[in-house]
């Protein structure tokens, strides 16, 4: 799983932090290497040394010290003097293993998954910067242009500050990005990385799960609650080992419910990433590495113990099928394109990736969906994707919903009904608009967590609309049945 955290500040962060395994063992380090292409144009190679990371992080050139960006990070404030943003100097990629990766690896002493880890990585981080872009503001431009090159600090870490098994690589990189097309040095503009982070998992993930079955391993995918995707697992952990040795998921977790009870919405991406480091002890524990292990081996039961050494018995490599991608990326269509008519193509490559995970590879289903652009099967405006069939139906609802522009009677004249006292102001107004609307088709939309569910539940507490309003309404959905898929009313 990728998570990424901005950080405004960030001084002494490689000596203090990344170069340690999350806990203080004397005499122990951990090698950050650097990494990317814009490294390589600053001469950067090999380990990391502390006073070249110190540099960057500020924006300097690690030889010479100039200063390469053309303005200092700086937070923006508002018109009343609150911050709205804080100045930027690093951003840290952290990319997590499964809990049962996390787990043979350390436990089952299973060394062939660092590497298995190592290389997903490496494919992940390719991809990320492919992502990297700078702002560009000339001749009255104000937009984003690809660089497709980052000056990363990479240091791999096997254990959570709970001390729990816990594989996971932070790859820091700085807020610089070279610009080809001006030849100069700027600040690194990473919404495009923001925006694919649900993508850039999934290159993960299916990158360590094909490494993970030509290990030997068998995997089982993973789903929450409600059915959603949660990754994948080793198959043979129990479900209560991996809680065992989930501690930092347990903190987050609670973290999030304290939020939803506290606003009444769920948090953002970004939102999570704070309570996470909220959480978080600031205080490394001064240990050993052979104490660590003593202790995390001390809290296995003794059948869990003999289930462990079982599987990484029975874990011979082999050679696995790969598949061409197309069945998963056709199916990702149908899934995506079923409740959309205009997707990101990293949304359509995510679902395939979901879809195949571990038995495909990312650059068979661009390629594939590259031949679908060039039959026509496939149509790309910019990053956006459809199809002819989801452009004819959105064509469709358009008419549909223009042909009631104004045709009915309101579903409430005046204030003959008052919306709850518990609905919020916002909610409460999209109530009266939509009593007071004269259209047949009203569109109400929100983020996730913002009150849309409970603003509908009370729409139904309005009083009845007309026989002929009913009506409408229900041969309008049965013309264009998607249209109920976008919360409309």
């Known amino acids: 799983m990728l998570t990424i955290r901005a ?24 090698i950050g290497r650097w990494q990317g292409r814009g490294a390589k144009l600053l001469g950067l190679s090999g380990e990391v040394k ?14 010479t010290g100039e200063f390469l960006r053309q303005r200092q990070s700086a937070d923006r404030t508002a018109s009343d003097g609150t911050i709205q943003s804080r100045g ?50 000339r001749d009255g431009a104000n937009e984003d242009r690809t660089t497709g090159n980052l000056v990363l600090a990479v240091y791999h870490h096997d254990t959570s500050r709970e001390l ?19 030849g100069r040095w700027k600040a690194l503009q990473a919404s495009g990385i923001y925006e694919r982070r649900a993508y850039l998992t999934e290159i993960y993930r299916n990158a360590l799960a094909r490494e993970v079955r030509a290990l030997g391993y068998e995997i089982r995918s993973r789903r929450d609650g409600k059915g959603r995707d949660g990754g ?13 040795y989930s501690q930092r998921s347990h903190q987050r977790d609670r973290a999030i419910n304290e939020f939803v009870e506290k606003t009444g919405r769920k948090p953002s991406d970004n939102e999570i990433a704070v309570l996470i480091r909220e959480t978080r002890a600031d205080k490394l524990i001064e240990i050993s590495t052979a104490e660590v292990r003593r202790r995390q081996r001390e809290r296995l039961a003794e059948a869990e113990f003999h289930r462990i050494v079982e599987l990484r018995g029975e874990a011979k490599e082999a050679v696995v099928h790969v598949e061409s991608g197309e069945s998963s990326l056709d199916y990702a269509q149908e ?35 590259a031949v679908k652009q060039s039959n026509g099967a496939i149509l790309r405006h910019g990053h956006d994707l459809a199809t002819r069939e989801t452009l004819q139906r959105e064509r469709e609802m358009v008419e549909t919903i223009n042909r009631g522009i104004g045709g009915c009677d309101r579903l409430a004249s005046g204030n003959s ?58 041969s309008n959905n049965e013309c264009c049945p998607r249209i109920a898929k976008r919360r409309v009313f």
């Open 7 to 30: 950080m405004s500040d960030g001084k002494g962060y490689s000596s203090r932090h990344l170069a340690h395994r999350d806990y203080y063992a004397e005499g122990e380090r951990v």
């Open 50 to 63: 502390p006073e070249d990371f110190e540099a960057v992080r500020v924006g300097c050139h690690p030889v």
């Open 88 to 137: 930027r100097n690093l951003y840290d990629f952290t990319l997590s293993a499964p809990k049962s990766v996390s787990l043979m690896t350390i436990l089952g002493v299973d060394k062939r998954l660092i590497e298995a880890h190592e290389k997903a990585v490496a494919e992940t981080l390719e991809e990320i910067e492919t992502h990297s872009a700078a702002r560009v503001r």
């Open 164 to 182: 729990d098994p816990q594989l996971h690589t932070h790859a820091v990189a700085a807020n610089l990005t070279y610009d080809g097309m001006e």
């Open 232 to 244: 994948f697992e080793i198959h043979g952990i129990s479900e209560a080992l991996l809680t065992k």
């Open 335 to 369: 899934h995506i394109f079923e409740r959309v008519s205009v997707a990101r193509d990293h949304e359509v490559l995510a679902e395939a990736l979901r879809h195949g995970r571990g038995h495909v590879r990312r650059e068979d289903l661009k390629g594939i969906l």
């Open 417 to 474: 009904f008052i919306p709850s006292d518990r609905l919020r102001p916002q909610q409460r107004n999209v109530v009266q608009f939509v009593l007071n609307s004269r259209d047949r088709i009203v569109n109400i939309q929100g983020a996730a967590g913002t009150g849309k569910t409970a603003t509908l539940q009370e729409l139904k507490r309005a009083p009845a609309p007309s026989r002929e309003r009913r009506a409408g309404r229900r």
